[in-house]
């Protein structure tokens, strides 16, 4: 039962950070802001650390299998 609850989180964080720095890449690369009235580094930078934060959490539960 509990490895079915860390499958489930790891793929949810997994697929979050991955969808989120895939958009934020995307963003960057076309030169639009990742969050409207904010400073464009600061918006990429955090959007950034929050993704793989997001990824390494995913990774993380994947190995407590």
Do not use: D, H, K, Y
Not at 39 to 65: E, K, Q
């Amino acid at each position: 039962m509990e490895s079915e609850a860390a499958i489930f989180a790891g793929a949810v964080f997994a697929l979050f950070g991955g969808g989120l720095l895939t958009w934020t890449a995307v963003r960057v690369r076309q030169g639009q802001p990742v969050a409207q009235g904010v400073n464009p580094v600061a918006s990429a930078t955090l959007a950034t650390l929050a993704a793989v934060v997001a990824l390494s959490l995913g990774a993380w539960c994947l190995t407590r299998l």
